[in-house]
């Protein structure tokens, strides 16, 4: 069954590479969210206690890295719309597999960059209101790798051959 | 650094060495052949794949909200010592855990009903390519679906019950700041339901049986 050259380029067994694209893309997006979301949260748990009025804006690393989740679930749905039973060639899955990777990992790597530093920016700037500019402006380059992740992703996922 | 002679560092040390002697004794006795990842995928039954998926899918999830309850929960516990009102209102976080959970036992349930038994004797010639595709892919996206919704699961859980320590120890001085922090703990439990959204994207296309 594997020896025809008909469809060489499309084994029985060429979906795996691409289910585990998906599912990598969602793995790790949600792992570094969850990081972020968690050590984001302990920091705001302990700066509500001495300062209630700034816990909405120390909401903000938290939202961001639910938007890495977002990231990984764009990019989880987008190549799991492209896998077919058959004729699912080995090009397209390890594409699938590349994209998923990517998004994954980078917003692993994100993800726990803006819970370290979202959890030490609102401890600050509970104690020095001037900070709050400068963790906004940190966070959003650790929020960029995680959209570089995303670029390479719907950069492989959208190649056609 | 902890001690490297505590049983955790034993049980992994002793269990990578049995696995690179066991390489090694392979490729020095001209048995190489036997890393075969083609057996992996082409030979084994797709029905190892599905179930292996259906059975992390669940355990996962329950080991995330399981987590995530003891973690939430000691801290209810132990805060409500000196401010025992806080016991009713955090139980909010511990059913936050929960739902976790249910959505691990709801996808594993769901998985579970694509699978049908196919019997490759009765294939014509012409699609026997199309049917052995089809029923691999099926496998691979049960599996696929069930890692999914498992491990995503298991962070969210980990996540919500951290989040909701810190919402019941802040709550425990100062009974307004509960519903706020509770707003994070909304986002870490959004983040169960990507992994859910997207183990049922997986399995829609799953189908196994002998129709092509």
Redesign the interface.
Known sequence: ??M?LE?AD????S??FG??G??F???FS??G???G??K???G???I??VR?DL??KS?IP??M??II??Y??VV??LI??D??????TLFKSFTHLGAGLSVGLCGLAAGVAIGMVGDAGVRGTSQQPRLFVGMILVLIFAEVLGLYGLIVALILSTKSG | MPSVLTPVYIVIAISVAAFVITSFYFNFTNQGYRYNIGWLLQDTSPFMWSNLGIGLGISLSVVGAAWGIFTTGSSILGGGVKAPRIRTKNLVSIIFCEAVAIYGIIMAIVISNGETAYHPGVWKEGEVYALNSQNRHAGFSMFGAGLTVGFSNLFCGVCVGIVGSGAALADAQNSSLFVKILIVEIFGSAIGLFGVIISILQVTHAKMGDKP
């Open positions: 069954m594997s025809d469809h499309s084994p029985p067994y979906s795996f289910v585990m998906v599912t893309a969602m793995i949600a792992l969210a969850s990081y979301t968690a984001a949260g302990t705001i748990s302990c509500s206690v209630p816990i909405m909401i938290v939202v890295a639910g989740a977002i990984g679930l989880a749905a799991s719309n896998i077919k039973p058959k004729d699912y």
